[in-house]
């Protein structure tokens, strides 16, 4: 596989600014949760180097969770409106404050589904916590309470977010060069 700089066309946000966005985060979700039963929920696996540096700016005692899913009829990139689970979380959300974290929103169809599956578990409350939305692409109405930036339209890499499964472990956003990669779907 090549270095990743073969496929980058620019740094969107760098380190620093995520690091002090996600600080900003946890502080605003702390004081909201304050003597609540907060309960993150990560959906992998895109969403893990968020969770993993958003749990350590809350101050408030607080448990985590994973789940997967994979979209129905679609790739990768275009999410269809079905999402199937294809690991569940283990744990019970009823009665837990539950804070779904995602990497980034797109069309909205990944996590309007998850909402709609958690909704029927009873949790005492659900909320939307996402560290990327991609607005202008948006097809299914998503109610986000925690946007840590929004960004155009192209696609992206990095912080969680693959190429085919790599760089992933970069500590930045970036936006892909697209005469060197296609995007799913
Ligand atoms: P949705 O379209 O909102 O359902 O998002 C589906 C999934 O597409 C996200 O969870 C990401 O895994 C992926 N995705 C959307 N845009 C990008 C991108 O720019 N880079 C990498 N993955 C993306
Ligand atoms: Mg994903």
Redo the contacts with the bound molecule.
Sequence with gaps: MQDHTEFLQEVLITEEELQVRIKELGEEISRDYEGKELMLAC?LR?GVMFLTDLMRAISVPHTIDFMAVS?YGAG????SGQVRITLDLKTSVEDMDLLLV??????????ASVLQLFETRNPNSLRVCTLLD?SERRETYVPIHYTGFTIPN????GYG??LDEYYRDLPFIGVVRPDKYI?PD
Aim: hydrophobic letters at 35%; aromatic letters at 8%.
């Design positions: 959906i895109g979209s990768a990139r275009q999410s995602e990497d980034i929103i797109d069309s909205g169809n990944t996590v991609k192209k696609f992206v890499f977010l693959d995007p």
